[in-house]
């Protein structure tokens, strides 16, 4: 109200003619109407781009969106035994699942994998120092980089070996009386190739041991399941990296894991126990309903099949080209009579990613239904999509509209396919 009042004072003071009241109080319905949405809307991921981290990464399986709904409406066990009636640990609704899946004698979770990777150095090597091969010195979205958060958590980094070339001997040559551990940390976002050497997990292990110290890996996106299986290049599981002789292995919940936004520490019991008594655990730590999805994501891993089948993220990309082409075709049936001169509609193929920092350098074949423009132009129609309700995210390329069928869901096309019908008339 005051806001549609200042703005008939303004016009006032330009020389206009004063408003009417009843103007006024339309222009302050219409203000109170266009704020009263959520800021974070629902949108509609057609860019091909599996784990796309500006429109929030996974989607949660049926299952987790269920139990959320459900449990956000009453009290919880979240702190309390129940067989007791004690105070518990929040951490011990999670843990027995994930020593389950991967084989690591303990378990915590935090709100992501740069807190876990944080948690884990301030914990451990605070004051001291933790070499890292130049080549994995990353950097992710966001202008999240390894040194910098190893500098935040209170270690000093050791830069070892080149940046395309390590050596066993580099660490062996860094490590003395003040350094804290070893660490590994995943590539994710990218690949060096050419002449390049590094450390395998089990030799960084082995040295590890021989002087004492723990060994970390941070895997970034994380992955529970042999990818290689599902026709993609190998990827390391978890288990394996432990089972490699990694003390602890550090990974994010929302990436390959295909579950909400976490950061999950797991490995040697006595290093999860140091990290949980650090005062920063707290304030990193999840609340009931993302504890609530990352359970329920993981119970599906019990069975692969159905993990595969039942997470969205993990079925997006194992879809096959058949899949992908009935979903292409069963779009274009319902686009089926609709005549425009805004632009010209055809199934093509092209190419997915993974995104989310996982195998970057690997493309997934997907169809696509490519609009190519006539008196709209290809900038124009992705405008027009993009401010749609619910908003069509697409991509551009060689100056094409292209909508990928590999980031629909089934339940998306009837939407897509109203809209494609009004951007004809558009």
């Known amino acids: 109200m005051r806001e549609a009042v200042a703005e008939a004072r303004s016009a006032i003071e330009r020389g206009e003619p004063p408003a ?11 203000k109170l109407c266009q704020n009263a949405p959520a800021s974070l809307k629902p949108m509609f991921n057609l860019t091909g781009t599996v784990l796309h981290t500006n429109l929030g990464r996974s989607l ?32 011990n609704l999670l843990e027995q699942l994930l020593r389950e899946l991967t084989g690591a004698e303990a378990a915590t979770v935090v709100n992501n994998n740069a807190a876990a990777v944080f948690l884990v150095l301030n914990s451990l090597a605070a004051g001291r120092e933790v070499p890292v091969s130049r080549g994995e010195l990353v950097e ?16 000093r980094l050791v830069e070892i070996g080149t940046t395309n070339r390590t050596h066993n001997s580099d660490y062996r040559n860094a490590i003395n009386e003040n350094t804290a551990l070893l660490m590994k940390v995943h590539t994710s976002n990218y690949k060096i190739q050419g002449f390049t050497l590094s450390v395998s997990d089990r030799d960084v292990a082995r040295i590890a041991a021989d002087h004492k110290l723990p060994f970390i890996t941070d895997l970034g996106s994380g992955n529970l399941i042999d990818l290689q299986k599902y026709g993609l290049p190998h990827e390391p599981t978890v288990r394996e990296t432990l089972e490699n002789g990694a003390d602890l292995v550090t990974f994010s919940g929302d990436k390959l894991l295909g579950g909400p936004q976490a950061g999950i520490i ?28 990352l359970e329920e994501t993981l119970t599906l891993y019990r069975d692969e099949r159905a993990a595969v089948n039942e997470i969205p993220t993990l079925e997006m990309i194992c879809q096959s080209y058949d899949g992908l082409d009935k979903k ?18 055809e199934r093509i193929d092209g190419c997915s990613k993974i995104g989310g920092g996982a195998l970057p350098l690997q493309e997934l074949p997907t169809r696509l239904l490519c609009l190519t423009p006539k008196k709209m132009s290809a900038q124009e129609m992705e405008g027009w999509l993009r401010s749609y309700d619910p908003p069509i995210i697409v991509r551009i390329e060689t100056d094409q509209v292209l909508l990928d069928m590999r980031t629909i869901q089934e339940r998306e096309l009837k939407t897509v396919a109203q809209a494609l019908k009004k951007l004809a008339t558009a």
Do not use: H, W
Request: proline residues 3%.
């Open 20 to 30: 009417e009241t009843g103007e006024i109080i339309q222009q302050a319905s219409e």
């Open 328 to 345: 292409a075709q069963k779009l274009t049936e319902m686009l089926a009579g609709s005549e425009t001169e805004n632009y010209t509609l």
């Open 140 to 155: 992710i979205g966001g202008s999240f980089r390894i040194p910098d958060i190893m500098s935040r958590s209170g270690c």
């Open 60 to 91: 949660l399986p049926d299952e987790a969106v269920k139990a959320i709904s459900l449990v956000a409406r009453q009290p919880t066990n979240l702190e309390y035994d129940i067989n007791t009636g004690l105070r518990g640990d929040r951490d």
């Open 266 to 293: 797991l490995g040697r019991k006595d290093l999860v126990e140091a990290i949980k008594k650090n005062q920063l655990s707290r304030a990193l730590r999840i609340d009931k309903l993302t504890l609530l999805a």
